[in-house]
């Protein structure tokens, strides 16, 4: 299986009382908590521990977008990404990804990605989201009621660009372009791996399905939470007549390694209670903008609901009190799952003990959580792990020991797993030989 | 208070439904936010002088076809046309914050397919010194009271009657403000400014006194927009969609100034 190493360079020094004081760590977070020079030391912290990671042996290592964000300081995972393809060698660089509908024009996408691309040798991972509605509808002021109509035709958009040979013009519903033809060009052909993040709507998981791209599965909240979706998406997969293989699925999840259980806990706590607290801490008001969850979406949702609260009803009174009924519906399971982000966000756990009680974090000596996510991407099928070994205000020396220790006692055990599968979602980089050799990093004035 | 007539006419291969009651000259009315998801008292007021049709613009409850709307100009030929099906051609128009936007594009646009106008509080404009409300970044709990001065009246329109269909009903509420997002997001502001010197119809603005999404110097501005004028009217006690708060002081300010 391929573990990749995933990073949402959060801003680790987010006050203590962040909860109490401010709405939201999200679209209107406030500029005073800013602080430029100490972002510097947090920026180049984290493409440290990037490049560590590639060092260490990762698969990949991923960045992703988002705007107006505490927790996420990436509005541009394309410059993470060139600057890492100048800093790595082998490792595929994932950007999970780029919001097709924020670009305009969209074939912005389609030459970044290809400059991206072309600078690594054909290692670049397409990621294309959606987006989240704080960073599309209210961050970047996209209208939610034709965001997704904007995603699908930017996809197309871009996906032709890539591969026409002859300069086209593109008649779209919202783009028109007379002349598009794109330099530079993608060196993977036709075109580099694209993978899709998505949350559990069944349109999503058939579109990947009928496109031959990744689905990903990009939730804070852990395994336990992340089982239903996953056996709805390889469901929808044996409804389709496609294969089970394990690669055609991705899935994050936030790991704590130490050299027993109690000590993760104790290293992790800080770190995962910092992430699940403060990082968290989104304004409902921004999660739910009217049309950014499809109609269909919507039905599922509340079909479902419906059919849980008849067979609530028909349950004896004694059955309902065992199963307790007084509690809110989501969390009977001890998983945090919730039909909009805002109900989720309410339900978050933000102590160490109830965080990884509700598999947020899987924690444990190596061994232990070797064994854990054998059993995740087993029970999930998923050959694709993009873990978060750096998290909330984790330092950059606790990071280091995570991902090393990761990368040298869990690793070896999982690789092997779905051997049997052949990864067709992967980058086909250039022949090593035939790659630009990257000096090694010198400043100039250092000569 | 008794049942409007129903019938559903056809916008871009789409219904919309339109309720028709009472006798007397024709009164169109174009709802507010979130649009008329059951009959409400403010309309039996106007009916009791007038034959007030209420036709339901593309997306809001009772009609479908916003989502293949993309463009103002899309919205503004769909509403004219729906005016027109819907027999409203040349009659007096009223409308309240989102339809209210539309009686005066429509006003503007096609001076003659309307005869006197009255709008309550209408969307389209946006003043950076003296922003309207975010109607759409909004706790759930936190909107009806936005809405109107007294929240239970909103929270009453839109509770699901007994019988309905208990899926599709939220999502015809959904849908409504979806509907208002995709022609007014992210600011409410279409530019009908530059549209309202072309106005030719007696205009009365309306406007609740505790209004708390469109700030009241919006009155105004659209007022001195206005080549004629408008008469504006302070309704005590009412919240932005006033014809929920106060049905009968804003069917007689209506009523007065159709004459």
Same mark, same amino acid.
């Given at each position: 299986?391929?573990?990749?190493w995933f990073h949402l360079m959060p801003y680790t020094e987010?006050?203590?009382?962040?909860?109490?004081?401010?709405?939201?760590?999200?679209?209107?977070?406030?500029?005073?908590?800013f602080?430029?020079?100490r972002a510097h030391h947090m920026y180049n912290d984290f493409m440290d521990e990037m490049?560590?990671a590639?060092?260490?042996?990762?698969?990949?290592i991923c960045c992703n977008e988002h705007h107006?964000n505490g927790y996420g300081l990436m509005p541009s995972p394309?410059l993470i990404a060139?600057a890492l393809? /100048?800093?790595?060698?082998?490792?595929?660089?994932?950007v999970m990804? %780029?919001? !097709?509908?924020? *670009? %305009?024009?969209?074939?912005?996408?389609?030459?970044?990605?290809?400059?991206?691309?072309?600078?690594?040798?054909?290692?670049?991972?397409?990621? =294309?989201?959606?987006?989240?509605?704080?960073?599309?509808?209210?961050?970047?002021?996209?209208?939610?009621?034709? !965001?997704?109509?904007?995603?699908?035709?930017?996809?197309?958009?871009?996906?032709?660009?890539?591969?026409?040979?002859?300069?086209?013009?593109?008649?779209?519903?919202?783009?028109?372009?007379?002349?598009?033809?794109?330099?530079?060009?993608?060196?993977?052909?036709?075109?580099?791996?694209?993978?899709?993040?998505?949350?559990?709507?069944?349109?999503?998981? @058939?579109?990947?399905?009928?496109?031959?791209?990744?689905?990903?599965?990009?939730?804070?909240?852990?395994?336990?939470?992340?089982?239903?979706?996953?056996?709805?998406?390889?469901?929808?997969?044996? /409804?389709?007549?496609?294969?089970?293989?394990?690669?055609?699925?991705? =899935?994050?999840?936030?790991?704590?390694?130490?050299?027993?259980?109690?000590?993760?806990?104790?290293?992790? #706590?800080?770190?995962?209670?910092?992430f699940?607290?403060?990082c968290?801490?989104?304004?409902?008001?921004?999660?739910?903008?009217?049309? *950014?969850?499809?109609?269909?979406?919507?039905?599922?949702? !509340?079909?479902?609901?419906?059919?849980?609260?008849?067979?609530?009803?028909?349950?004896?009174?004694?059955?309902?009190?065992?199963?307790?009924? %007084?509690?809110?519906?989501?969390?009977?399971?001890?998983?945090?799952?919730?039909?909009?982000?805002?109900?989720?966000?309410?339900?978050?756990?933000?102590?160490?003990?109830?965080?990884?009680? @509700?598999?947020?974090?899987?924690?444990?000596?190596?061994?232990?959580?070797?064994?854990?996510?054998?059993?995740? #991407?087993?029970?999930? %099928?998923?050959?694709?792990?993009?873990?978060l070994l750096q998290y909330g205000n984790m330092?950059k020396?606790?990071t280091? *020991?995570?991902?090393? !220790?990761?990368?040298?006692?869990?690793?070896?055990?999982?690789?092997?797993? =779905?051997?049997?599968?052949?990864?067709?979602?992967?980058?086909?980089?250039?022949?090593?030989?035939?790659?630009?050799?990257?000096? #090694?990093?010198?400043? #100039?004035?250092?000569? | 208070?008794?049942?409007?007539?129903? +019938? +559903?006419?056809?916008?871009?291969? &789409?219904?919309?439904?339109?309720?028709?009651?009472?006798?007397?000259?024709?009164?169109?009315?174009?709802?507010?936010?979130?649009?008329?998801?059951?009959?409400?008292?403010?309309?039996?007021?106007?009916?009791?002088? $007038?034959?007030?049709?209420?036709?339901?613009?593309?997306?809001?409850?009772?009609?479908?076809? &916003?989502?293949?709307?993309? +463009? &103002?100009?899309?919205?503004?030929?769909?509403?004219?046309?729906?005016?027109?099906?819907?027999?409203?051609?040349?009659?007096?128009?009223?409308?309240?914050?989102?339809?209210?936007?539309?009686?005066?594009?429509?006003?503007?646009?096609?001076?003659?397919?309307?005869? $006197?106008?009255?709008?309550?509080?209408?969307?389209?404009?946006?003043?950076?010194?003296?922003?309207?409300?975010?109607?759409?970044?909004?706790?759930?709990?936190?909107?009806?009271?936005?809405?109107?001065?007294?929240?239970?009246?909103?929270?009453?329109?839109?509770?699901?009657?007994?019988?309905?269909?208990?899926?599709?009903?939220?999502?015809?509420?959904?849908?409504?403000?979806?509907?208002?997002?995709?022609?007014?997001?992210?600011?409410?502001?279409?530019?009908?400014? $530059?549209?309202?010197?072309?106005?030719?119809?007696?205009?009365?603005?309306?406007?609740?006194?505790?209004?708390?999404?469109?700030?009241?110097?919006?009155?105004? $501005?659209?007022?001195?927009?206005?080549?004629?004028?408008?008469?504006?009217? +302070?309704?005590?006690?009412?919240?932005?969609?006033?014809?929920?708060?106060?049905?009968?002081?804003?069917?007689?300010?209506?009523?007065?100034?159709?004459?």
């Amino acid at each position: 299986m391929k573990l990749m190493w995933f990073h949402l360079m959060p801003y680790t020094e987010l006050p203590e009382d962040f909860r109490d004081k401010h709405p939201s760590v999200w679209v209107d977070i406030h500029s005073s908590l800013f602080d430029p020079k100490r972002a510097h030391h947090m920026y180049n912290d984290f493409m440290d521990e990037m490049e560590f990671a590639a060092d260490c042996g990762f698969d990949a290592i991923c960045c992703n977008e988002h705007h107006s964000n505490g927790y996420g300081l990436m509005p541009s995972p394309n410059l993470i990404a060139t600057a890492l393809a /100048r800093r790595t060698t082998d490792t595929a660089i994932c950007v999970m990804g %780029n919001s !097709l509908a924020l *670009y %305009n024009p969209p074939t912005r996408v389609a030459e970044e990605f290809a400059m991206i691309d072309c600078i690594s040798g054909g290692r670049l991972i397409a990621g =294309f989201p959606v987006g989240t509605p704080m960073d599309t509808t209210f961050a970047y002021g996209q209208n939610p009621s034709m !965001l997704r109509e904007r995603y699908l035709e930017a996809h197309d958009l871009v996906m032709r660009a890539w591969q026409e040979k002859e300069t086209f013009a593109f008649n779209g519903r919202f783009n028109q372009q007379r002349y598009v033809n794109i330099w530079p060009r993608p060196i993977q052909q036709p075109h580099p791996p694209v993978w899709i993040p998505g949350g559990g709507s069944v349109e999503t998981w @058939r579109w990947c399905a009928e496109m031959d791209y990744v689905y990903c599965y990009l939730s804070y909240y852990g395994y336990k939470a992340g089982q239903a979706t996953m056996q709805g998406f390889w469901d929808e997969m044996d /409804r389709l007549g496609k294969d089970r293989n394990p690669y055609r699925a991705g =899935f994050l999840q936030f790991v704590g390694v130490a050299e027993s259980h109690s000590e993760a806990m104790e290293r992790y #706590a800080e770190a995962a209670e910092y992430f699940y607290g403060r990082c968290l801490h989104v304004d409902p008001r921004f999660a739910s903008p009217p049309g *950014y969850n499809t109609e269909a979406t919507m039905r599922a949702g !509340l079909e479902s609901q419906v059919k849980r609260a008849a067979e609530e009803a028909t349950r004896a009174p004694s059955e309902q009190a065992q199963a307790g009924h %007084n509690k809110p519906k989501d969390q009977l399971a001890g998983v945090t799952t919730g039909t909009t982000a805002g109900t989720r966000f309410n339900m978050v756990a933000r102590n160490m003990e109830d965080i990884v009680e @509700r598999g947020y974090v899987v924690v444990g000596s190596p061994k232990d959580v070797a064994e854990q996510l054998e059993h995740v #991407a087993k029970t999930l %099928n998923v050959g694709h792990f993009m873990l978060l070994l750096q998290y909330g205000n984790m330092s950059k020396d606790l990071t280091k *020991y995570n991902t090393k !220790l990761f990368a040298e006692q869990v690793m070896p055990k999982l690789k092997p797993l =779905f051997s049997e599968w052949e990864d067709r979602w992967w980058p086909k980089p250039m022949e090593k030989s035939a790659r630009a050799a990257l000096p #090694a990093f010198r400043p #100039a004035a250092a000569e | 208070m008794s049942e409007p007539t129903t +019938t +559903t006419v056809d916008v871009n291969g &789409h219904p919309c439904r339109v309720w028709t009651k009472g006798s007397g000259p024709k009164i169109g009315f174009l709802a507010g936010f979130g649009g008329l998801p059951r009959w409400i008292p403010f309309l039996d007021h106007l009916a009791e002088s $007038r034959t007030v049709v209420v036709p339901s613009m593309p997306g809001f409850p009772g009609a479908t076809g &916003h989502n293949i709307l993309d +463009t &103002h100009l899309d919205w503004l030929v769909a509403t004219r046309t729906l005016l027109e099906k819907a027999g409203l051609d040349g009659a007096d128009l009223a409308g309240s914050s989102v339809g209210a936007s539309f009686v005066a594009e429509i006003a503007a646009l096609w001076p003659q397919s309307v005869r $006197r106008i009255a709008m309550i509080a209408p969307f389209g404009l946006f003043d950076e010194k003296d922003p309207a409300t975010d109607v759409w970044a909004q706790r759930a709990e936190d909107v009806p009271g936005l809405l109107c001065a007294n929240g239970e009246i909103y929270k009453e329109m839109k509770a699901m009657p007994a019988g309905a269909n208990s899926v599709e009903w939220p999502i015809e509420q959904t849908r409504a403000a979806e509907a208002a997002a995709r022609i007014f997001w992210p600011l409410g502001n279409t530019k009908l400014e $530059r549209r309202l010197p072309l106005i030719t119809a007696p205009t009365l603005l309306i406007w609740g006194e505790a209004d708390r999404v469109m700030p009241r110097s919006y009155a105004d $501005r659209i007022a001195k927009a206005i080549p004629a004028g408008a008469k504006i009217t +302070t309704i005590v006690g009412a919240g932005h969609l006033a014809e929920l708060d106060q049905p009968e002081a804003v069917a007689k300010a209506v009523l007065g100034h159709m004459g």
